[in-house]
């Protein structure tokens, strides 16, 4: 599937650009914008220091990309674009592991019949073990992106540090397809603070760029700014998306409907981690819960440790299959049954 544009305009390309600290001229921003509106390459050339990384990695930022370096040079083949062998290591594990190739060897009578006992195991040298990657291939062979939104809103106040904890460690395990943003009054997005090795700093670091926190709940609203900005550029394109909220809407209940159907014909799951589905009496009757559930896959219980280990579980199912629908949580009550709150696959 192709990507959808990033930009809508030239005016909004300069001033996305702007946004992540990349000031553009109209002259580059209209070739920045009629080349991806095109699906094509931004060619650029020049000596040292011009800024052509730089562009890149605005671009990246905006459009939720990851950017990879590749230095090209003369004699440089597909094998050294992509990986490299570790020498050193396999060295290292042939000097430990030799009395044992010594037992493989030893019934051999000749030079040629040890290099055919040796060869009948020279894929163990030569396997994923022994592979160091390089960025190109990371990016071909990387997960299915996993989007966190996180409500941080009044009502969510008791979870939002446990939930931006879970969040950072998610972001930790795969920094380069996992973003986070903070829904409440208004979006936020929050990958780069939480991508910082010390989570006490990046949670700090979250919350100085988080202007709404404990305050109102608008969920239609910020999920379809999400959506018009990034979610249609491609985050939210065959991704597994985590909507952590109670369901307590104070703006349209409509349109946190209308918004989370846009979500879903473009995720490859939406899952919504309600903190009182944990309770054997919680039942699915919130205006924006009712709203949006024919249109999520699974409502899980995000009230604990362990209800936050078995939904990153189902994350990690979802983000490493062929997409098929989620089977029930275990403990999260349903009103027609004890397994789990079933939501639709609406399109």
Not at 109 to 120: F, H, K, L, N, P
Not at 125 to 139: G, H, I, K, N, Y
Not at 220 to 241: E, H, I, Y
Request: include cysteine; aromatic fraction near 6%.
């Amino acid at each position: 599937m192709s990507p959808t544009p990033s930009f809508d305009s030239v005016e909004h390309t300069i001033s996305s650009l702007a946004e992540v600290g990349y000031l553009a001229d109209r002259r580059l921003a209209t070739t920045v914008y009629l080349q991806t509106r095109l699906e094509k390459p931004v060619l650029l050339e020049g000596p040292a220091g011009v800024g052509k990384t730089e562009l890149a990695r605005a671009l990246a930022e905006t459009t939720g990309r990851r950017m990879v370096r590749l230095q090209c040079y003369e004699g440089q083949d597909e094998s050294r674009a992509l990986y490299e062998w570790d020498y050193g290591k396999q060295m290292l594990y042939t000097q430990m592991l030799r009395e044992k190739i010594g037992e493989i060897v030893g019934s051999s009578t000749d030079i040629a019949g040890a290099v055919e006992e040796i060869g009948a195991h020279e894929d163990v040298f030569f396997s994923e073990r022994f592979l160091s990657t390089r960025p190109l291939l990371e990016a071909i062979r990387s997960e299915t992106p996993v989007v966190l939104l996180v409500d941080v809103s009044g009502s969510m106040a008791p979870y939002a540090d446990a939930l931006l904890r879970f969040a950072h460690v998610v972001t930790r395990r795969a920094p380069h397809s996992t973003e986070v943003f903070t829904l409440g009054t208004r979006l936020t997005r929050v990958s780069r603070q939480l991508r910082q090795r010390d989570p006490e700093a990046a949670l700090a670091a979250a919350s100085r760029v988080v202007p709404d926190f404990s305050g109102g709940t608008r969920l239609g609203d910020t999920l379809r700014v999400f959506l018009d900005r990034w979610g249609q550029r491609g985050l939210a394109r065959g991704a597994v998306v985590v909507l952590f909220s109670d369901g307590w809407e104070r703006g349209d209940a409509g349109e946190l409907g209308a918004q989370t159907r846009r979500l879903r014909r473009l995720a490859r799951a939406v899952l919504w981690a309600n903190p009182h589905a944990g309770s054997s009496e919680y039942r699915p009757v919130q205006s924006g819960v009712v709203a949006a559930l024919p249109y999520v896959d699974r409502m899980i219980a995000g009230h604990s440790l362990e209800a936050l280990r078995e939904l990153w579980s189902w994350v990690h199912r979802l983000a490493h299959s062929g997409g098929e629908p989620v089977a029930p949580a275990a403990g999260v009550p349903d009103s027609g049954d004890e397994t789990g709150v079933s939501g639709g696959r609406g399109r």
